[in-house]
C-alpha cells in the first residue's frame, strides 16, 4: 500500500528580513552576524546598516556573502532601521543590535508561530541580560541580570512586514526611546502581540550601550513619547 504524502503546513517558507543596525561595532558584531547565519531557519536577507563607522564595522560586515551592507544615509539607530525597512523584502521583519545574540532557534519558533497564528501581528520570546563588563554600566538594574524575562524588546520580536505598513516606521527623531514610541502607536491601532515562553535573545550590556550613551536624554524621550499617546488618544475619542 503506497503511503500519502501529507503536505506541510508551511508549504512556502517566508522570507525574514534581519535588519543590523551598527555604528563602530566591530567588538561585537562577528558573534552577532554569527547568531545570525546559526539560525535554524534559513530563509533570509540579512541587511546591515551602518552609520558611517571609522573601525572595522564595513570590512567585517562585507566580508560576509549572505549579508547585504548599506552606508546609511542619516543619524542615530532609529534612522538606520527606518533605511533598512525601506530596504527590506521580507514578509516578515526581526531586528538585532550588533552587540546581542539570537538563540539559534529564535526565528523558527516565531516564524511557526506567526505562520500558525494569522491573527497575530508581532510574537516575542523572553530575553536573558548579561554582563560582559566586570562594572555594571551606569543607570542598569541588578536585578535585569536575574532569569529570563518577558519584554517588548526589538532584538526579541518578529513582526510582519505589514505591521509596519500599519504603524509606521519610528520616530528618527527620538535617539532612545523611539521603539516606546512604535509600540505604543502598535497599540493604539489595536494590532496583537504574543509572548512565547522560550528565550530568543541575550542582550550584552556594556559601557558602550546606547542607552548608556545617551542616558541623559532618555527621560525627556519618554516624556515626548507619552504626550504623543496623549494626544493619539485624545483625537480617537478618549476622555483622556
Given amino acids: 500500500m503506497e503511503q500519502s504524502i501529507l503536505p506541510s503546513p508551511f508549504p512556502t517558507e517566508p522570507l525574514v528580513s534581519v535588519l543590523?543596525?551598527?555604528?563602530?561595532?566591530?567588538?561585537?558584531?562577528?558573534?552577532?552576524?554569527?547568531?545570525?547565519?546559526?539560525?535554524?531557519?534559513?530563509?533570509?536577507?540579512?541587511?546591515?546598516?551602518?552609520?558611517?563607522?571609522?573601525d572595522s564595522t564595513a570590512q567585517i560586515a562585507q566580508s560576509l556573502a549572505?549579508?547585504?551592507?548599506?552606508?546609511?544615509?542619516?543619524?542615530?539607530?532609529?534612522?538606520?532601521?527606518?533605511?533598512?525597512?525601506?530596504?527590506?523584502?521580507?514578509?516578515?521583519?526581526?531586528?538585532?543590535?550588533?552587540?546581542?545574540?539570537?538563540t539559534c532557534d529564535k526565528l523558527q519558533l516565531q516564524v511557526e508561530y506567526l505562520t500558525s497564528h494569522p491573527e497575530t501581528d508581532l510574537v516575542f520570546g523572553l530575553t536573558k541580560h548579561v554582563l560582559v563588563e566586570g562594572q555594571m554600566p551606569p543607570g542598569f538594574r541588578q536585578e535585569l541580570l536575574q532569569g529570563e524575562r518577558a519584554a517588548s524588546y526589538l532584538e526579541a520580536m518578529l513582526a510582519r512586514a505589514s505591521t509596519f505598513e500599519r504603524v509606521g516606521k519610528f520616530n528618527q527623531t527620538l535617539n532612545q526611546a523611539a521603539d516606546t514610541d512604535w509600540f505604543a502607536r502598535f497599540r493604539h491601532f489595536n494590532l496583537r502581540s504574543e509572548f512565547i515562553p522560550h528565550r530568543v535573545v541575550t542582550r550584552r550590556m556594556h559601557s558602550s550601550n546606547l542607552s548608556h550613551i545617551h542616558g541623559g536624554n532618555l527621560y525627556h524621550e519618554l516624556l515626548v513619547a507619552t504626550r504623543a499617546q496623549t494626544l493619539r488618544h485624545r483625537s480617537a475619542g478618549g476622555s483622556r
Fill in 20 to 54: 543590523v543596525p551598527v555604528l563602530n561595532a566591530a567588538r561585537f558584531l562577528p558573534e552577532a552576524l554569527a547568531s545570525i547565519a546559526a539560525q535554524t531557519y534559513t530563509r533570509l536577507e540579512i541587511i546591515v546598516i551602518d552609520g558611517l563607522s571609522t
Fill in 66 to 102: 549572505s549579508v547585504r551592507y548599506l552606508r546609511q544615509t542619516g543619524v542615530n539607530m532609529f534612522n538606520a532601521l527606518n533605511e533598512g525597512l525601506d530596504a527590506a523584502t521580507g514578509e516578515y521583519v526581526a531586528i538585532l543590535s550588533s552587540d546581542d545574540l539570537w
